[in-house]
C-alpha cells in the first residue's frame, strides 16, 4: 500500500498569510494526488483533484502543485473560513489512502 | 443537483450486525463508483473500499477486507455498508462519497455514525 505524509501536521496562522502544506507518497503517483477540507463536525470537501485541478465552485485563493512523490497545497491569502483540517489523497492504485491530515488554526 | 443522503445514527450492542446506507441522486447512479470512508472520533480520514453500481464490482482496501460487506442496489440508487458482528472499535462516523474518474471523490453524504457500546 502507498503511504501518504503530510506535514506539518498543525499549523498556526493568520487571516491573510501565505500557507503551504506538503504532502509525500511513498513511491511514485504520477498526478493522482487529491486535496480535501473539513471543517468540524461537517464531511470533507474536495478541494484539488489531479495534483493541480481546482473543483469547481472553490475559491482561486486555493492551489495545488506537485508530481511524482510530492506535492503542495497552497491557500495564497488565508480567509477566515478557511481555518480547517486538510487531507491529501492518491487515488494511483488501491487503497486510495489518505495522509493524516493537517489541522490549521488561527494564530 | 448531485446529493448523497446517509441512513440516520445508529447505537448498537457489540456482536449485533448492521447495515447502513447511501442513497444518491441527481446523477445516473451506475455512471459512478461509490466509496466508503471511516473517520474514528478525533482521527483522520481512512478509505474502505468502494463498489461499481454497474456491475457490482467491488475493491477493498486489506484493512477492512473481511470485517465489513460493501454492496448496492442499482434499482432504487443506493449503496450499503455492512457488518454481521460489530466491535467497539466499529465506533466512527461513516461517510459515502462519489467516487470521479480520476480516483477523487466529488461528492460526499453527510456522515452516518456509528456508535456500539455494551
Known amino acids: 500500500d502507498i503511504q501518504m505524509t503530510q506535514s506539518p501536521s498543525s499549523l498556526s496562522a493568520s487571516v491573510g498569510d501565505r500557507v503551504t502544506i506538503t504532502c509525500r507518497a511513498s513511491?511514485?503517483?504520477?498526478?493522482?494526488l487529491n486535496w480535501y477540507q473539513q471543517k468540524p463536525g461537517k464531511a470533507p470537501k474536495l478541494l484539488i483533484y489531479g495534483a493541480s485541478s481546482l473543483q469547481g465552485g472553490v475559491p482561486s485563493r486555493f492551489s495545488g502543485s506537485g508530481s511524482g512523490t510530492d506535492f503542495t497545497l497552497t491557500i495564497s491569502s488565508l480567509q477566515p473560513e478557511d481555518f480547517a483540517t486538510y487531507y491529501c489523497?492518491?487515488?494511483?492504485?488501491?487503497?486510495?489512502?489518505f495522509g493524516q491530515g493537517t489541522k490549521l488554526d488561527i494564530k | 443537483e448531485v446529493q448523497l443522503v446517509q441512513s440516520g445514527a445508529e447505537v448498537k450492542k457489540p456482536g449485533e450486525s448492521l447495515k447502513i446506507s447511501c442513497k444518491g441522486s441527481?446523477?445516473?447512479?451506475?455512471?459512478?463508483?461509490i466509496g466508503w470512508v471511516r473517520q474514528m472520533p478525533g482521527k483522520g480520514l481512512e478509505w474502505m473500499g468502494i463498489i461499481n453500481p454497474a456491475d457490482f464490482d467491488t475493491t477493498y482496501n486489506p484493512s477492512f477486507q473481511g470485517q465489513v460487506a460493501i454492496s448496492a442496489d442499482r434499482s432504487i440508487s443506493t449503496a450499503y455498508l455492512q457488518w454481521s458482528s460489530l466491535k467497539a472499535s466499529d465506533t466512527a462516523m461513516y461517510y459515502c462519497?462519489?467516487?470521479?474518474?480520476?480516483?477523487?471523490?466529488?461528492?460526499w453524504g453527510q456522515g452516518t455514525l456509528v456508535t456500539v457500546s455494551s
Open positions: 513511491q511514485i503517483i504520477s498526478s493522482y
Open positions: 489523497q492518491q487515488s494511483y492504485s488501491t487503497p486510495h489512502s
Open positions: 441527481g446523477y445516473i447512479f451506475t455512471t459512478y463508483w
Open positions: 462519497a462519489r467516487q470521479g474518474f480520476g480516483g477523487y471523490f466529488d461528492y
